[in-house]
């Protein structure tokens, strides 16, 4: 592992679950394979660094780690819950939400 991190990959998918799941409902099956897709899709990142999620609702989402393309997660329920982590009325961050959507 990177000594310099300053994020660590696994955590990074672990919480997301977790705010994913704050969104909607996640089932345990659902739950595992999604956890391992986001284990994959995100390294550990350090300052500087960028991992960017393309929001395609009826396929899925597509990771790009400071810009190359990365993890394709071709689930349209994961798409939704995992982009209402931001998006979502349901978000633990109703400020950022509402500057993401133009209304602060």
């Known amino acids: 592992m990177n000594t310099h991190a300053r994020l660590v990959g ?5 919480r997301s679950l ?3 799941r704050k969104v909607g409902e996640v089932p345990d099956d659902k739950a595992t394979a999604w956890l391992a897709a986001m284990e994959q899709a995100f390294p550990d990142v350090k300052a500087g660094d960028r991992i960017t999620g393309l929001y395609r609702p009826t396929d899925g989402m597509r990771f790009f780690v400071n810009g190359k393309a990365g993890r394709e997660v071709r689930d349209a329920a ?5 982009i209402g982590i931001w998006l979502s009325p349901r978000s633990s961050e109703p400020a950022l939400r509402r500057a993401l959507l133009g209304l602060s």
């Open 18 to 20: 977790v705010e994913m």
């Open 78 to 82: 994961f798409a939704r819950l995992f």
């Open 10 to 14: 696994k955590r990074i998918a672990e």
